[in-house]
C-alpha cells in the first residue's frame, strides 16, 4: 500500500532554515508530480509546493524562501524552507497530485502523518 513518511520538522527560530524529506513508497514515484502542503491550527490544509519532472510551483507566500526538489532513485521529496517566519507554523504533508487543467491540483493517496514546523523565538 501507499505510504508517505514525512520526517525532518522541529522548533526554530525566525530567519532559521530547516530541511523536510518525505520518503514515498507503493506507487511508481518518478510518474507522478509531487507536492508539499500545510495545515495551521484552524485553518485548511494549503498547497506550499510541487514539482514535476521539469518544472515546480509555489505558493505565493513562500516564493523566494522555500524550494522543492525530488531524488526519483530515493522515492524521496524534500522541502528546503528558509527565512522561516512564524505564519509558517504548521504540519507539513507531503502527497503525489495530478495538475489539471486550469492549474489546480489533485491529491492522489491518503496523507501520512506529517511533521510540525513551529517557527518561534
Known amino acids: 500500500q501507499v505510504q508517505l513518511v514525512e520526517s525532518g520538522g522541529g522548533l526554530v527560530q525566525p530567519g532559521g532554515s530547516l530541511r523536510l524529506s518525505c520518503a514515498a513508497s507503493g506507487f511508481t514515484f518518478s510518474s507522478y508530480a509531487m507536492s508539499w502542503y500545510r495545515q495551521a491550527p484552524g485553518k485548511e490544509r494549503e498547497l506550499v509546493a510541487a514539482i514535476t519532472g521539469g518544472s515546480t510551483h509555489y505558493a505565493d507566500s513562500v516564493k523566494g524562501r522555500f524550494t522543492i526538489s525530488r531524488d526519483n532513485a530515493k522515492n524521496t521529496v524534500y522541502l528546503q524552507m528558509t527565512v522561516l517566519k512564524p505564519e509558517d507554523t504548521a504540519v507539513y504533508y507531503c502527497?503525489?497530485?495530478?495538475?489539471?487543467?486550469?492549474?489546480?491540483?489533485?491529491?492522489?493517496?491518503?496523507w501520512g502523518q506529517g511533521t510540525q514546523v513551529t517557527v518561534s523565538s
Open positions: 502527497n503525489a497530485v495530478l495538475i489539471l487543467r486550469g492549474g489546480s491540483f489533485h491529491v492522489l493517496h491518503p
